[in-house]
């Protein structure tokens, strides 16, 4: 049995080697940013003691594979799928691969034509973020890649019949965090702006019921008011919530985007946040520390997820593993900011 070490196989093994981090592969190899020269001979030493080609156009025709990797987003204007993206590619760039977006919409149709352009660019491993993934009607549409072998991931749960992966936070856990936290602060009349239109916002949901009824109290007191998930459709929802003559004395937006519009809304009505009404997020988006008053809400650790999502497909993709589809879900947590803040302590510490 030979004594030889495996030939490096992706930019993660040659920094191993030399010492170094992916990312300062990256640079060498595209010859894009500072890269310290004695750390750059170093580089170029192992590469060319191991004889490693970046070609991709070589490394396509010996593997038929092409080394990029579909990601299928809504939009990015809701900053929790740029996140997912940061952390899709920080682990694509780790293992030698690329990323290749597209903005699909709401819509399932789209989502489908977003998969057939993907499929037309011959991606190696495609993760959608959407809940239309979950729709049987698509699953047709996966028949395709899964002929191929092609991997999928998704944004949600994971899928034993098709063998896609799945990765979620804990949605029941982020919707009683969120409505606890009100609970525990004295805010007993909530009206929840979004709308059921996916198994993990049913899940935030009955979380949110579940603090009630934790504490005794009738679900007559949490308000439901139907929201598209963006910010105009927060400010709406807000708007007509706090025009109502039993006025909620806390809005619980089930994304941060319509928080940010609930915090709108309010102002336009002279009402001041916390002291009339407090108002609490999910995500956990940066611009959230931006707003003012700045924004408690529950933190997903998107970013982390977005890594996750592309390991899942990678492990597929590399033979390390290959059994039925797998689920990761990650914790979740509160965050205490201004929104939610009696008066007399707003402005204070994040707690």
């Known amino acids: 049995m030979s004594g030889r070490k495996a030939a490096p196989r992706t930019i993660a ?16 190899l ?8 004695r750390t750059r001979r170093k580089v170029e030493n192992v590469i060319k003691a191991h004889g490693f080609t970046p070609n991709r156009v070589a490394r396509s025709l010996a593997t038929a594979r092409t080394s990029l990797i579909g990601l299928i987003v809504p939009s990015l204007e809701n900053p929790v799928y740029l996140e997912i993206l940061k952390g899709v590619n920080a682990s ?28 037309a660019l011959r991606v190696d491993g495609i993760i959608a973020t959407q809940p239309e993934v979950h729709d049987v009607d698509l699953a047709r549409h996966l028949t395709p890649f899964l002929a191929e ?34 609970l525990q602060l004295g805010y007993e009349r ?33 308000q439901l008011l139907d929201a598209d998930f ?17 006025r909620p004395s806390a809005l619980l ?35 959230g520390q931006m707003v003012r008053p700045r ?33 990761a879900v990650f914790h979740v947590r509160m965050l205490v900011r201004d929104s939610t803040l009696p008066v007399r302590r707003a402005g204070g510490a994040e707690q």
Do not use: C
């Not at 093994?13 to 060498?28: K, Q, W, Y």
């Not at 694509?92 to 499929?119: C, N």
């Not at 944004?155 to 936070?169: F, Y």
């Open 149 to 182: 072998k092609i991997p999928i991931a998704r944004l949600g749960t994971a899928d034993n019949e098709w063998k896609i992966d799945g990765v979620l936070a804990d949605s029941f856990e982020t919707g009683r965090l969120a409505a606890e936290h009100l």
């Open 230 to 246: 963006s910010q105009s459709g927060g400010a709406a929802a807000a708007l007509e919530a706090l025009q109502r003559p039993d």
């Open 295 to 327: 924004l408690s809400t529950v933190v997903l650790p998107t970013f982390e997820m977005g890594r996750a999502l592309f390991e899942m497909i990678h492990s597929r993709l590399d033979g390390t593993y290959s059994g039925k589809a797998r689920q």
């Open 253 to 287: 937006a089930l994304n941060d985007v319509m928080a940010i519009g609930a915090l709108m809304a309010a102002e336009s009505l002279g009402l001041a946040v916390p002291s009339d009404v407090a108002v609490v997020g999910i995500d956990g988006i940066p611009v």
């Open 92 to 119: 694509a760039i780790e293992h030698g691969y690329s990323v290749v977006l597209s903005q699909s919409g709401d819509e399932p149709e789209s989502v489908r034509e977003s998969m057939m352009h993907l499929a």
């Open 13 to 28: 093994d040659l920094g191993r080697i030399a010492g170094v981090s992916a990312s300062t592969v990256s640079r060498v």
């Open 30 to 37: 595209n010859d894009s940013g500072y890269v310290n020269p």
């Open 190 to 222: 909530i009206a929840v702006l979004g709308s059921a239109v996916n198994p993990q916002v049913k899940l935030r949901l009955e979380g949110i019921r579940s603090a009630l009824l934790a504490r005794g109290l009738p679900l007559k007191n949490l």
